[in-house]
């Protein structure tokens, strides 16, 4: 097995798991198959990060500026950063080392960068400025759990993503209420 195929595997389950989220169906209705390149049943999409422009071939299509909020003009999305790395508690320490020298080598990167977008508008990428990143406070951790302990029923189906999304809040909204009733400090 390839470097780049032990790689591949999580990125496409996680793929799934955001096309989900994205298009309000459960994982299991997408069937491993990209909504957009594959099943060409999506006008658009937003993410261009996981985007496979060989598997469009055939297809006409290009990149506009995603809109912007009314009270926001020409600021577009926040940059978004992909991480790599290792922990601790892995297994295969050396092999998961291998897997991130493999994907930010020269050679990879020249491979990936050749993917066939020519003719492209490759610079609506950049039409927008990007949105500054929010500042955190101390009860972010508070919410991030809730919001993430709400996706698994609302991707499988167990829930609408309303449903979840509102209970998160409730959620959150209690756990930050408890904390500052008990004077808990917590780290900024």
Known sequence: MRLFDLSYRPMKALSRIMLAAQYSCNVSDINGSNIFEKDRAAAMILSFANLNTKNLEGMNWDMAAAPTLADLPGV?????????????????KDAGMEIIKYLTSDDFQLMYSKQPAKDKNLQAVFYNKFAS??????????????????????????????????NAAETADKAIEGTKQAGIKTKE
């Open 76 to 92: 577009g999305f926040q940059p978004y950063a992909s991480y790599l790395c290792v922990t601790s508690m892995s297994r295969h």
């Open 133 to 166: 990143m929010p500042k955190g406070t101390m009860y972010d951790q508070m919410v991030q759990r809730a919001y993430i302990k709400a996706l698994p029923p609302a991707l499988t189906g167990e829930t609408d993503v309303n449903t979840a999304f509102r």
